[in-house]
């Protein structure tokens, strides 16, 4: 049976082959891995293959985890979906968060950011396939958000995230990174300072690399089936 550490190998490789079919430097993709369900022991064996950035969904799950691992220099982040009454905690215990949709959200976690850690560095989540029933805010809604973000003092707004709809063939995974790609650009023209590109998961890391992915969040592929 194939290790975390055979399968990091893997992604690594896919992320490397994705990079030279794009004509992108290997270094301009973070690799997150997404531990959601897995054990702190199976967190630990990834970070002694080499990991060190890991995305967690749920906060109460990944508060266990953080305080199992304190002992390891790992960054946390969190992806999944964020309640105003969970803030407090998220702001004191995350490196990064992705998955903010709502202005009220980040100024939150700006007030209760503690002083002495470094800004919460966050991207804003898209609804990029237009799904009623999925979480992310509006492409038309994305500017005027970004906006005000980046000007809260205890956080840093770094780029976009999105989880688009699972699509088959190459050109149709392609179709919505190129969007959010196309959103994060029109948000760099218009001044704000983002290098976060938050999209690809194990299904279609190399169509969202090809599309300007700077950070992939893989899960599966890593730790296997959930
Ligand atoms: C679970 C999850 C992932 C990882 O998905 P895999 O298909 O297991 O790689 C990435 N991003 C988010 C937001 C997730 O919830």
Not at 121 to 130: K, T
Request: aromatic share 4%; net charge neutral.
């Amino acid at each position: 049976m194939a290790t975390i550490k055979d399968n990091l190998q893997q992604v690594h490789a896919r992320i490397h082959d994705a990079c030279a079919a794009a004509q992108r430097p290997v270094q301009s993709v973070t690799l997150l891995a997404v531990s959601k369900t897995f054990d702190a022991q199976a967190v630990r064996e990834a970070f002694d293959a080499g990991q060190r950035a890991f995305g967690e969904n749920y906060v109460h799950e990944a508060l266990a985890k953080i305080d199992a691992l304190r002992d390891l220099q790992i960054e946390w982040h969190l992806i999944g979906p964020l309640q105003s009454n969970k803030t407090r905690t998220v702001a004191e215990a995350f490196d990064w968060v992705h998955s903010v949709e709502r202005l009220k959200i980040a100024q939150r976690l700006s007030e209760q950011r503690p002083a002495q850690l470094p800004p919460l560095q966050l991207c804003l989540q898209v609804n990029i396939s237009g799904e009623a029933s999925k979480s992310g805010l509006a492409p038309a809604e994305v500017a005027e958000v970004a906006h005000a973000v980046a000007a809260l003092p205890r956080v840093r707004l770094r780029g976009l995230m999105a989880i688009p709809e699972p699509a088959g063939d190459f050109a149709a995974q392609r179709a919505p990174h190129r969007a959010l790609r196309e959103l994060f650009d029109a948000l760099r023209r218009d001044g704000l300072a983002l290098d976060t590109l938050s999209m690809g998961m194990s299904a279609d890391l190399e169509a969202a690399i090809a599309e300007g992915a700077t950070l992939v969040r893989v899960g599966t592929a890593i730790f296997g089936t959930r």
